[in-house]
């Protein structure tokens, strides 16, 4: 179930909203306070956000802001009762998938919210990958992680045994091992695997 978080100060256009977004099937979970959004927001629940931008105490890219210093990356669609170029402008560089202003068309309200749809599920399909890759990752020891760093870096088995301080065999055992346990057979898998890891999506 796709949810759709609704932030609005007023209390007919949020009620409005909701039930446009019902009528295709979507829960909806509304706030008239941006404060109590924040409270009251599950990052682990699949969905996106709808915000108006002039609010009282936060408006909506400070929403937005506060949101993502929390940790949740969810994708934001904006409304506006005026078009401030400045303001979309911004909005779009802070990750925003679409900045619309009112009246909305239901065409423009579900567009937006189909590529919403597409985001929020690739983010949770790549972050999934990366906790998949950094548990795989928490099981090589102390040893085995020095020597990933190496190959990874591509250094050969000689170089990395002089590094540390070992002889080749023993770099051999060690780098079968991070291979095993980390499910790869080439470097090359190695290098993509490490970055994957690391990466941000």
Do not use: W
Not at 11 to 31: E, H, N, Q
């Amino acid at each position: 179930m796709f949810t759709i978080f609704v932030v609005d100060d007023e209390p007919a256009i949020v009620k409005a909203m909701s039930r446009l977004l019902r009528t295709r099937g979507y829960d909806v979970r509304a706030f008239t306070c941006p404060q109590d959004f924040l409270v009251n927001h599950d990052s682990a629940v699949p969905g996106c956000a709808i915000f108006d931008v002039s609010m009282p105490g936060l408006n909506g890219l400070e929403l937005q802001e506060a949101m993502t210093a929390g940790g949740f990356a969810r994708p934001v669609i904006f409304m506006t009762g005026k078009g401030d170029i400045p303001t979309s402008v911004r909005a779009m560089k802070a990750g925003a998938i679409d900045f619309l202003t009112k009246p909305v068309s239901d065409q423009e309200i579900f567009g937006a919210i189909t590529r919403a749809e597409k985001r929020d599920t690739d983010a949770r399909r790549v972050q999934a990958e990366r906790t998949s890759i950094q548990a795989k990752m928490a099981t090589l020891t102390p040893r085995e992680q020095q020597v990933m760093t190496h190959v990874v870096a591509g250094r050969l088995n000689k170089q990395i045994a002089g590094d540390l301080g070992t002889v080749e065999k023993t770099i051999k055992v060690h780098r079968s091992r991070v291979m095993g346990k980390l499910g790869v057979r080439t470097v090359a898998d190695l290098v993509r695997l490490v970055g994957k890891a690391g990466s941000s999506g």
